[in-house]
């Protein structure tokens, strides 16, 4: 477990600093110029006022209202610190907000406000509504926030949220359902006891009662002890609304024989005396925070069979809110929504609750500490930092308000939806996406020399599951296939082939004897040789009885390239293979070339590999190349051997393929800032556009995209590797999961195009 605690000085200096605080409005269009100025404010802002004053509708076109929420509070309930008021509570509406930016993309505004009264809280709403795409309310005490936000709903044409409500219901209703999943037990026969009885606690058994939890079996516990008919002490409307005929007068007398605990109220109430009292596998969810009604390690400790969630970071199973109102509101402001109904709220807890029984990412199991995690009594529900969250939950959620009437502008695709989404999330996952339609289109046969490894295994079952290719799997079959098994790829999807056992290794053998006995290699150890999958799975690819290839997962990068290169070879016409990185910067893709094979490439092998690197942009990625060839010299500004390396490559390639933009002799920043080649290169094919950057060696392009990958907020793809005469490709050692889905979508892709080259030249 990843203990999280911090300090009182670690919290006060992460909130102070050089900027005070943790939010801030950044510009979305650029005000560098005067006429930026012009069109940002006078004159040209008039122009959007008076198409939105023609057609109100249009703010959400001209104006960033349908991507903005307001964070609102009163400070009268503040996590646990109660009443601490409005200023007070102005650090956790600024922390609303980094979460809602972060994990949904979602602009906020937290406005903090100085009263106590109801109906000003309601007034103040009502007020700003123009600016708004949305309310989310926090911290507001019962029972005043249950009135706020019913009038609100009735009377506001945008959604309104109160989180402490509805998140926790919306977040332990998931991790509900599953926990019954894995108990085996029947949701209308549990009897649920619930320990508080203000906002969370209310919001979270009428969820309950609609996931189908009977009346008859719900029990509310509160500071005057069990909630029954006809008690008279601490009474309001909606405790009434949950009052039992009973006897029971304590949490005590109401855990017998339940077979669920849902607290959120305070710290120790619930003792291990009592939770032996529960039905067999008792469902304990003590959600209070920062200490939970009985401590994890106490509660575990009184019984083996419990399944427990806290508020906290560092126990399983944590309900946290912010698994749902980024991407609730996300879902509801995507479709112009009216409001956040019922119907919006069931679809995010079915959303979390189908998602925990998914294969968990890498970055995820990475983010917490390196533990996997798979669907049972520690993993109920996805984690905070699990990226899928934004691309189910909000998805489910516009889908409802489709469904339900109250979306504005409904999507016409889901798929085309949760495009959209992953482009919010990822640059790659925006490019990939036309990859991976282009893949599905002919999906081929792909095999993968580490079969055995779980992320090949995990990385097969994405690309049965979206049909993007034909996965063989190389290794000891006993070992894959518990590793089938284990990971729930379905049966017959996947072929598993052992090398020394496969019908054709002896033809194998005597086929790669033949290519190599002129080199001194005995039939012996080419049998040898082929025993290694990577040796084996090159030969398959030569034979045709797969299409390609994928292998360099636990290998260094030598040893996967080097039985290409001997099986495979390079194309007719072509000298070498190359490798290059495709980097996507906020704003534009750039390829950079040789990253990963040529040393220090001749003139007429830079020329080859910007040709190589044109097809690569071309083929995969649907890209017009425009070739800029680097040097510490622009144009002839130097003239030594290592700028004339560079010229002559320029001229071979204009030369060898005059329909290819390409230019140089040129400095990087010549290649990528159009004001340089405007003013001083104006006959410079390239003007500060260009595409694909070609290094003068290898050394200079690996150390170019390390230092761009890393220091430049960029997204890098890669190594991909060209100029084999074979769909082979090489993993950069230790990649994700998603990574090698994303290699094989491109492995299919080459094999089509070299199908269609041969279809050509036949």
Not at 214 to 239: A, Q, S, W
Not at 452 to 475: M, S, T, Y
Request: net charge negative; glycine share 8%.
């Amino acid at each position: 477990m990843v203990k999280t605690r911090v300090t009182r000085e670690e919290s006060l200096a992460y909130h102070t600093g050089k900027r005070h605080g943790k939010v801030s409005v950044v510009p979305t269009k650029p005000c560098l110029t005067q006429r930026d100025l012009s069109m940002a404010y006078t004159p040209g802002v008039a122009e959007p006022c008076r198409e939105i004053h023609r057609d109100p509708s249009l703010v959400y076109e001209y104006t960033s209202k349908g991507n903005l929420v307001a964070v609102i509070s009163n400070g009268t309930a503040v996590l646990g610190l109660g009443d601490i008021g409005a200023l007070a509570g102005k650090p956790v509406m600024e922390g609303k907000g980094v979460l809602f930016k972060r994990f949904a993309d979602i602009d906020v505004f937290d406005i903090e406000i100085n009263t106590h009264d109801p109906d000003e809280v309601i007034k103040f709403c009502q007020l700003i509504e123009p600016t708004l795409g949305g309310i989310n309310l926090e911290d507001i005490k019962a029972p005043e926030c249950f009135y706020i936000e019913e009038t609100l709903k009735k009377s506001m044409g945008i959604p309104v949220f109160h989180d402490d409500q509805h998140g926790t219901a919306i977040i332990s209703g998931a991790a509900f359902l599953n926990a019954l999943e894995v108990t085996g037990k029947k949701i209308g026969d549990v009897k649920v006891v619930f320990c508080g009885a203000g906002a969370a606690g209310i919001a979270c058994a009428k969820l309950y009662l609609n996931l189908g939890v009977k009346r008859e079996h719900l029990y509310f516990v509160d500071t005057k002890g069990v909630i029954y008919k006809g008690r008279k002490e601490g009474m309001n409307p909606y405790k009434e609304a949950f009052a039992q005929d009973t006897d029971a007068r304590t949490l005590a007398d109401a855990l017998r024989g339940a077979d669920a605990f849902i607290g959120v109220s305070g710290a120790n109430l619930v003792t291990p005396e009592m939770l032996k009292t529960m039905a067999e596998d008792p469902v304990v969810f003590a959600m209070a925070n920062p200490d939970p009604e009985i401590p994890y390690d106490v509660a575990v400790a009184a019984r083996k069979d419990l399944i427990m969630a806290t508020g906290r970071s560092d126990y399983p199973n944590q309900v946290n809110n912010v698994l749902g109102f980024p991407f609730i509101f996300r879902g509801a402001l995507d479709v112009g929504a009216s409001q956040i109904n019922e119907e919006m709220k069931m679809a995010a807890v079915r959303a979390l609750a189908g998602l925990a029984k998914e294969d968990v990412p890498d970055s995820v199991i990475r983010a917490y500490g390196g533990k996997p995690f798979k669907f049972g009594r520690e993993y109920l529900i996805p984690k905070p930092f699990d990226y899928r969250v934004l691309l189910w939950e909000a998805p489910a959620v516009a889908e409802a308000a489709i469904a339900s009437g109250v979306a504005r502008k409904p999507f016409g695709s889901r798929d085309d939806y949760v495009r959209e989404l992953e482009g919010r999330l990822s640059r790659i996952r925006r490019v990939m996406h036309v990859v991976m339609d282009r893949a599905k289109a002919d999906p081929k046969r792909v095999v993968f020399a580490e079969g055995d490894h779980p992320k090949i295994v995990r990385a097969a079952k994405i690309l049965v599951d979206e049909g993007v290719c034909k996965p063989v799997l190389l290794g000891h079959k006993n070992v894959i296939d518990a590793l089938l098994r284990e990971y729930d790829v379905p049966k017959g999807s996947v072929e598993v082939v052992e090398p020394a056992a496969h019908p054709k290794f002896e033809s194998y053998v005597d086929e790669f004897h033949q290519m190599r006995w002129r080199r001194g290699l005995a039939r012996e150890d080419a049998a040898k040789m082929l025993a290694d999958p990577v040796y084996f799975g090159n030969m398959m690819v030569k034979k045709g009885d797969v299409d390609g290839l994928i292998s360099g997962l636990t290998m260094h990068y030598p040893d996967t390239i080097r039985p290409a290169l001997q099986i495979q070879h390079t194309r007719h016409g072509v000298t070498l293979a190359a490798g290059l990185y495709l980097l996507l910067f906020e704003d534009r893709m750039i390829f950079i070339a040789d990253t990963t094979v040529n040393l220090d490439p001749t003139a007429e092998q830079l020329a080859e590999i910007a040709h190589l690197s044109a097809e690569v942009a071309t083929t995969y990625f649907e890209i017009e190349p425009r070739i800029a060839m680097l040097s510490y010299s622009n144009f002839g500004s130097n003239n030594d051997q290592f700028t004339q390396k560079v010229r002559r490559a320029v001229e071979i390639a204009r030369e060898r393929w005059p329909e290819m933009v390409i230019d140089g002799e040129m400095q990087a920043d010549t290649a990528v800032e159009p004001s340089i080649a405007e003013e001083t290169y104006p006959f410079s094919a390239i003007r500060g556009d260009a595409n694909i950057l070609v290094c003068p060696d290898l050394e200079s392009a690996n150390i170019a995209y390390k230092l761009l990958w890393r220091l430049g907020k960029v997204e890098a793809i890669g190594p991909i590797l060209a100029g084999v005469n074979a769909p082979v490709h090489v993993l950069q050692r230790g990649v994700e999961v998603s990574d090698i889905v994303n290699m094989a979508a491109m492995c299919v892709l080459k094999a089509q195009w070299l199908k269609q080259q041969q279809k050509q030249q036949a």
